[in-house]
């Protein structure tokens, strides 16, 4: 049996690979639905099963759902507004000239977790626990940055790279507080509650933006249903994956971990489009394996 300690560390594992089959799905849904289309598929689809998870964990445990006090909710609605902001910057970020600057800067997201975490939950973080962070974090770096690019030659998509970085990092910390602000001894009701409200919020968000923005999009995500009805299932199955794990440890913990989702892209790319990774990929690779078993051997 797994010891709950080390729960989180399957949870996020579990989480990083649904998301790695999510965001592919999501790619090949780009072409008929557009970069917001394909986004919007990931709540609106996802919401569904989210409660059908909730349902099943209800009637495996034999609780009632949690009753959220006042301090639930602005937690709550920072994770999902940031959540959404910080993908319309990644998507802000795509349409820039020097893209892989940018995602570099993205991927920041667990150094700005930490102190994001510190800031507002308390989340302390060892010396070890920083530098695994920290090893991390320069692997999915290397990886980004090709020779002969600059970071600050364009400061714009570097701008908004942090800001994206900086807006899935308060989302992580606003759903872990949600999750902790609900005091439930049962941390599997409590993470697969706070998904389940987050997703329909989102949904219904972006459902209406779309409706007075891009009523166009919609009509094209209702004809896409049959492919947009896996990716959501897989969206709802990482998040809940992803909550679980914020339940048990921090924020930057899990979102460290979480890189690892950048090694079953590159596993993909080998075997099933038969691309070889280069030198640096490579190093990138190892020193972001490096980070994430040293930040599980210290936790």
Not at 87 to 92: E, K, P, R, V
């Given at each position: 049996m797994i010891h709950h300690a080390w729960l989180w560390a399957v949870f996020t594992l579990?989480?990083?690979?649904?998301?790695?089959?999510?965001?592919?799905?999501?790619?090949?849904?780009?072409t008929t639905l557009g970069t917001v289309g394909a986004t919007h598929v990931r709540f609106l689809f996802g919401f569904p099963f989210a409660v059908l998870f909730l349902i099943g964990v209800m009637m495996a445990t034999g609780r009632s759902l949690p009753h959220p006090g006042l301090n639930y909710w602005?937690?709550?609605?920072?994770?999902?507004?940031?959540?959404?902001?910080?993908?319309?910057?990644?998507?802000?970020?795509m349409g820039q000239r020097s893209f892989v600057v940018a995602y570099a800067y993205i991927k920041t997201e667990p150094v700005q977790v930490a102190l994001f975490g510190l800031i507002f939950l308390g989340?302390?973080?060892?010396?070890?626990?920083?530098?695994?962070?920290?090893?991390?974090?320069?692997?999915?770096?290397?990886m980004a940055v090709r020779p002969g690019v600059r970071l600050l030659d364009d400061i714009q998509p570097v701008l908004v790279g942090i800001a994206s970085g900086g807006m899935f990092a308060l989302s992580a910390v606003g759903y872990r507080?949600?999750?902790?602000?609900?005091?439930?001894?049962?941390?599997v009701l409590?993470?697969?509650?706070t998904v389940t409200i987050g997703l329909v919020l989102q949904a219904a968000l972006l459902s209406l933006y779309l409706a007075l923005r891009d009523k166009a999009v919609l009509r094209a995500i209702a004809k896409a249903w049959r492919p947009s009805v896996f990716a959501g299932f897989m969206g709802a199955f990482a998040s809940e994956f992803w909550f679980l794990a914020f339940a048990i440890t921090t924020a930057a913990n899990v979102?460290?971990?979480?890189?690892?989702?950048?090694?079953f892209a590159q596993l993909i790319s080998v075997f099933i489009f038969a691309q070889?990774?280069?030198?640096?990929?490579?190093?990138?690779?190892?020193?972001v394996v490096i980070g994430v078993v040293v930040l599980v051997a210290i936790t």
């Open positions: 579990i989480a990083a690979a649904a998301q790695t089959a999510r965001n592919a799905m999501q790619r090949e849904l780009t602005p937690w709550l609605l920072d994770g999902a507004a940031a959540q959404i902001l910080a993908t319309a910057l990644m998507l802000a970020a989340d302390t973080l060892s010396l070890p626990v920083g530098i695994a962070i920290l090893i991390a974090t320069a692997g999915v770096m290397v507080g949600a999750i902790l602000s609900l005091h439930d001894p049962n941390f409590a993470a697969t509650f979102r460290t971990l979480g890189l690892i989702e950048v090694l070889k990774p280069t030198k640096r990929e490579m190093i990138g690779i190892a020193l």
